[in-house]
């Protein structure tokens, strides 16, 4: 007969495991449809009569950040498989938690880059820049800058996830004796 103790560490590894894998598949499905939203943006208009297109690949920074969502859906999706493994072993090394944690630091840095970026071209894209003579282009482009704008809520999802995994491995891998 198995004693309480053990129960209870078992039960507690359970249910980091199906945390873990929960918290990673939203983050690899919000990240990955952020990528997706972005890659399919574009959008053709008349400004003063001339046709003008609006894409994501026009943009360096929406570049970066369609990239860094799908690196990070690409390696979340990784880290799940590993975590999957994790989970059906009852004894794991304390160390791998800590290769999580650096994994999961990572993506939350990548996310908050592209998050930021995109958020900043976004803006200038909103509302101009009178000071450097950018104007506003959203009121062209509005079906393009509505769907970078889901497209950066989704990434912002992803990282608010993955900042939530950085901290549930980051105490996970507290365990490691030195």
């Known amino acids: 007969m198995e004693k309480p103790h053990t129960i209870r560490i078992l039960k507690t590894h359970k249910s980091f495991i199906l945390t873990q894998i929960s918290l990673r598949f939203l983050a690899a499905a919000s990240t990955l449809a952020a990528t997706w939203i972005t890659f399919t ?21 929406f570049k970066f950040f369609a990239y860094a969502n799908l690196i990070a859906s690409a390696f979340t999706f990784l880290s ?80 608010l996830l993955y900042l939530l995994l950085t901290v549930i491995s980051a105490n996970k891998s507290r365990q490691i004796q030195v």
């Open 41 to 61: 943006s574009k959008q053709t208009t008349l400004v003063f009569g001339i046709q003008i297109d609006a894409r994501y690949s026009y943009s360096p920074t």
């Open 80 to 159: 799940l498989f590993f975590v999957f493994v994790l989970g059906n072993k009852p004894a794991v090394d304390p160390t791998h938690y800590f290769y999580i944690f650096l994994h999961d630091l990572i993506m939350t840095v990548l996310l908050m880059g592209g998050c930021a970026a995109a958020t900043a071209i976004g803006y200038v894209g909103k509302y101009g820049n009178s000071h450097s003579g950018w104007v506003a282009i959203c009121g062209y482009f509005g079906k393009f800058c509505n769907r970078i704008t889901a497209a950066s809520l989704l990434s912002y999802f992803g990282f």
